[in-house]
């Protein structure tokens, strides 16, 4: 990509940052940690990957994305108001009653929702159902799930990866979120799931890893996924949990919790800060 296309990518992603975290103070609930480590990821896939149309949320032969780690919808939801789904104003509604954006995707009120989720561990499965699905009716759109690295810890996970690779679901792209942090601590002293390249690729994925925060990286892994054949893909990607507010980076604590009045006046001061940066102002 240019450089002003990736600048402009940049830009958006810090945008979906500052609504999550809008919509988690606003809540005063949810998970801004994980949604932050997926910025870029939630970014690129709605504004350079997937074949979507916001003004067509059920378009049939679109791209389908399940977000498998369904806690970190403020981030899903922040990515699809800005790519046209739903206003962008609607973020601070986020868990309240009679909102239709709840504290996990709900594909039945949200529009470009593909999947209800949030029991950890199914996502993948139903995103495994989808392309088979298309092998069987000859479509051609893609299937993306995006996980979190302590969700794999999940049994259910490894049936999915299993089944991926025995259909030969090469429209399939699994993404790990390896930010290294769950709710309980550090992944790798609660059940630790590394190696997880060596684990995917011994269930049958081409597995690609890349830096999570670096646009270029990302889409040189998606450019690959779509040579491959005959097997499921799968891209680890390394970030940063709370990526882009200081006091939230690497800190489990912020796993699921929401911003003080004060805290969220110093996180989107430095999202504003980061934001000038990128436009040069």
Not at 15 to 39: E, F
Not at 40 to 57: R, S, V
Not at 163 to 192: E, R, T
Not at 242 to 249: I, N, Q, T
């Amino acid at each position: 990509m240019n450089q002003a296309e990736k600048k402009q990518l940049q830009i958006t992603a810090c945008k979906v940052r500052m609504d999550a975290i809008t919509g988690v103070h606003s809540a005063k609930a949810g998970h801004p940690g994980g949604s932050l480590s997926a910025a870029e990821m939630f970014t690129y896939l709605y504004f350079k990957e997937m074949n979507i149309d916001p003004a067509n949320p059920r378009m049939e032969n679109r791209d389908r994305f399940v977000l498998s780690k369904g806690h970190t919808a403020p981030g899903l939801y922040a990515a699809l108001a800005h790519r046209g789904y739903f206003p962008v104003s609607d973020m601070p509604t986020l868990r309240h009653i009679g909102s239709y954006l709840q504290g996990h995707p709900n594909m039945n009120y949200v529009p470009g929702v593909d999947m209800s989720t949030g029991s950890l561990g199914q996502g993948l499965s139903a995103a495994v159902g989808m392309a088979l699905g298309a092998k069987y009716q000859q479509k051609d759109f893609r299937v993306y799930a995006l996980m979190g690295d302590g969700e794999i810890q999940e049994g259910q996970i490894w049936e999915a990866c299993m089944a991926a690779a025995h259909y030969k679901l090469d429209n399939l792209v699994a993404i790990v979120d390896n930010n290294g942090l769950q709710i309980d601590g550090n992944v790798a002293d609660v059940m630790s799931p590394y190696p997880i390249v060596d684990k995917l690729a011994a269930f049958g994925f081409h597995v690609m890893t890349i830096d999570a925060h670096d646009f270029d990286q990302i889409e040189a892994a998606f450019a690959e996924a779509r040579t491959v054949k005959g097997k499921p893909s799968a891209i680890v990607m390394k970030s940063v949990k709370g990526k882009g507010v200081s006091y939230m980076e690497n800190n489990a604590g912020w796993h699921g919790k929401a911003p003080n009045d004060a805290e969220y006046e110093q996180a989107m001061a430095e999202l504003n800060a980061a934001l000038a940066e990128l436009e040069g102002k």
